[in-house]
């Protein structure tokens, strides 16, 4: 199977820490985004990094990308409850656009 | 939503009858995919397209069929439903290689 793998699969922090998964995959990329994804509802797309940049930010998001490991890391700082939510990479291979298992975060009031 | 439209919405199927369910979008994006999201799984590509008439099998095809006649609608028939095929279903968009995707707000189909 292509499909990446993230861990943890499930995440449960204090509001106002940090929240850190990670993502897996086996192709050669050109670029890997992250999703969020509350409650079985639609996904939303929270930031692409392309396969020759190294880490990108947006508001408090934070994303690296390891080619060399075939690996991205998400990292959602001073999280909310409001973040609570499944976290996926997506990622591609020539076409075919793959999803990661996902990681379930749960940030407690 | 950079205007996806998933119908149905929900569906309750009997095993053994064929379903359609449709993707329609009003962006003109040229690639459109079909998931399917399950736990423990995450989202697993059905199909997706790369163009009108041009469809290709994603990791988990069988018992799927597609269909893009025009740019703006993909079409998934589940060709004889099985309660294997229970699951939601969401369908995706995007214009171009290296850019972000957009998603429909997904079709929860039950067979029963």
């Known amino acids: 199977s292509q499909q990446g793998e993230e861990d943890p699969q499930a995440l449960s922090i204090q509001e106002g820490e940090n929240a850190t998964m990670n993502c897996s995959y086996k192709?050669?990329?050109?670029?890997l985004q992250w999703y969020r994804q509350n409650s079985g509802r639609g996904l939303v797309h929270l930031i692409l990094?392309?396969?020759?940049?190294r880490e990108k930010h947006s508001g408090r998001l934070r994303v690296t990308l390891d080619t060399s490991k075939k690996s991205s890391s998400l990292l959602i700082t001073a999280s909310r409850a409001a973040d609570t939510a499944s976290y996926f990479c997506?990622?591609?291979?020539?076409?075919?656009?793959?999803f990661g298992t996902g990681t379930r975060l749960k940030v407690l009031a | 939503d950079a205007g996806i439209t998933q119908s149905p919405r929900h569906k309750v199927t009997e095993t053994g009858t064929p379903v359609t369910l449709r993707c329609h979008q009003t962006?003109?994006?040229?690639?459109m995919y079909w998931y399917r999201q399950d736990p423990g799984h995450g989202l697993r590509l059905i199909h997706y397209?790369?163009?009108?008439?041009?469809?290709d099998k994603g990791e988990v095809s069988d018992g799927y069929s597609v269909s893009r006649s025009k740019t703006e609608d993909f079409l998934l028939t589940l060709e004889s439903a099985t309660s294997s095929q229970t699951s939601v279903y969401f369908c995706?968009?995007?214009?171009?290689?290296?850019?972000?995707?957009?998603f429909g707000q997904g079709t929860r189909l039950t067979v029963v």
């Open positions: 962006e003109n994006h040229r690639y």
């Open positions: 997506f990622f591609d291979g020539t076409y075919k656009y793959i």
């Open positions: 995706a968009t995007k214009t171009r290689m290296n850019t972000e995707a957009f």
């Open positions: 990094i392309r396969s020759n940049e």
């Open positions: 397209s790369y163009g009108v008439k041009d469809t």
């Open positions: 192709t050669s990329i050109n670029n």
